[in-house]
């Protein structure tokens, strides 16, 4: 018995070994292109459902991902990227590290403060976060460009999609979250802009319990049902940005009405539900990296790397300038699972994309709506278009 054993693994230690597919060789270092990304320290806000979930790094996974997928693509070209992560306090380290392209996850005041120092140094600053309108306008950079939709583009998207539909009176609730005002605002050009109206008006300043108390449905049942009386409407546009109380009006309404804006209906740039255009491959691969749903950040984070590394194919490795140059060429475009190419506007730094309307379960439509037409592209219908902008960016 031993005989045969010991012959056999003899036989076995002759065959050759298969090795497996060797690793790409690794990109000479002039080619090898740091991104930074910049994020801020906060706790994670408690979702009011337990079936959202607690996001505890921002748009980090999403910058993540758009690297791991330019390092693929970027194989046939003998490019490579990093990821180098840090916050506001690191970016002089970034800056020396020779990162000129940094992802900021940050606030808007954050955002002036990191794009100021940024620009000093040659570097480019792409925001995944903060929607104000002001960033997009007096406040603008140079040295700036957004990837997460503005607050009057998601404005803008939602209102074209209920003027479609003949919802032309809103009733207007708004919080007192520091975006709410300024989502309120962007509903109100909306509504000028698209000939709706706003029949009612109503800050929400109640707090109707918690969702975990034994019988806080009462509560909320009765004090939304008060609320909520007064002109009749066609729909409730609610400005609660954080979450704080939106979900709480669906069904609870004096009227029989649906409730858009920052709840139910919603207009945001990406979707756990969104599937169309090869959009569930970018859902897969992001829940495989970073084990939860893909957020509107985390693809606007994505979006910002993968522009980037699109922008740096396009160009002779080492040459910065020529990456900046090639985003802010009007004819630089982007796949992005949008079903059209993306683009940066000239006058603003804002991506053009259409805006996806989401219920919580199914996507409902996307912006721009058939018949919005505009001179240049559908898109500039969404936003501040030229004309409108008060940014001094070019």
């Known amino acids: 018995m031993l005989r045969p054993l010991m012959l056999a693994l003899a036989l076995l230690s002759a065959m050759p070994v298969l090795a497996a597919d ?7 270092a002039a080619d090898m292109l ?10 994670p806000a408690t979702p009011l459902s337990f079936l959202d979930p607690v ?11 758009g690297v791991q997928d330019g390092n693929i693509s970027g194989r046939f070209l003998k490019r490579a990227y990093r990821l180098v992560e840090g916050q506001e306090a690191d970016l002089p380290g970034l800056l020396g590290q020779g990162v000129r392209f940094i992802i900021a996850d940050l606030p808007a005041d954050a955002l002036l403060r990191v794009a100021d120092r940024a620009g000093a140094a040659g570097a480019l600053v792409l ?19 957004h990837t997460i939709p503005s607050r009057r583009m998601l404005a803008d ?28 605002d962007a509903i109100r050009r909306a509504a000028k802009r698209l000939g709706a109206r706003i029949v009612a008006e109503k800050d929400w300043t109640f707090d109707v319990g918690h969702a975990r108390t034994d019988d806080g449905f009462s509560n909320e049942r009765d004090v939304v049902a008060t609320f909520t009386r007064g002109a009749d409407h066609d729909v409730l546009i609610v400005a609660d940005e954080e979450g704080t109380f ?23 740039a990406w979707s756990r539900v969104f599937e169309q255009w090869g959009g569930t491959q970018l859902q897969n691969r992001f ?38 140059a090639a985003l802010n060429d009007p004819g630089f475009t982007l796949a992005a699972f949008k079903g059209q190419a993306l683009s940066f506007r000239s006058w603003d730094g804002q991506l053009r994309q259409p805006v ?17 037409l505009h001179q240049r592209t559908p898109l500039d219908s969404l936003g501040d278009d030229e004309g409108d902008s008060g940014c001094k960016r070019r």
């Open 246 to 268: 939106g979900d709480y009006l669906s069904y609870r309404t004096a009227r029989p009405r649906p409730v858009a804006g920052t709840a139910e209906l919603v207009p945001t």
């Open 22 to 28: 060797p690793p790409p060789a690794a990109a000479p």
């Open 157 to 184: 998207a939602l209102g074209q999609y209920l003027v479609l539909r003949r919802w032309t009176n809103w009733f207007l609730v708004t919080g007192s979250g520091p975006g709410d005002k300024p989502y309120a």
């Open 55 to 65: 996001i505890r790094d921002g748009a980090l996974q999403g910058a993540r991902l």
């Open 34 to 43: 740091p991104i930074g990304f910049i994020g801020v320290a906060e706790p």
């Open 356 to 372: 996806l309307i989401t219920s919580p379960r199914l996507l409902v439509a996307v912006s721009p709506q058939e018949g919005f």
């Open 127 to 145: 925001n995944v976060r903060a929607r104000d309108d002001d960033l997009r306008n007096g406040q603008c950079r140079p040295n700036l460009l």
């Open 287 to 324: 829940q495989a990296l970073a084990g939860r749903v893909m957020t509107e950040r985390d693809y606007a984070a994505w979006t910002a790397v993968r522009a980037v590394t699109e922008a740096a194919s396009k160009v002779k490795p080492g040459d910065d300038a020529a990456i900046v």
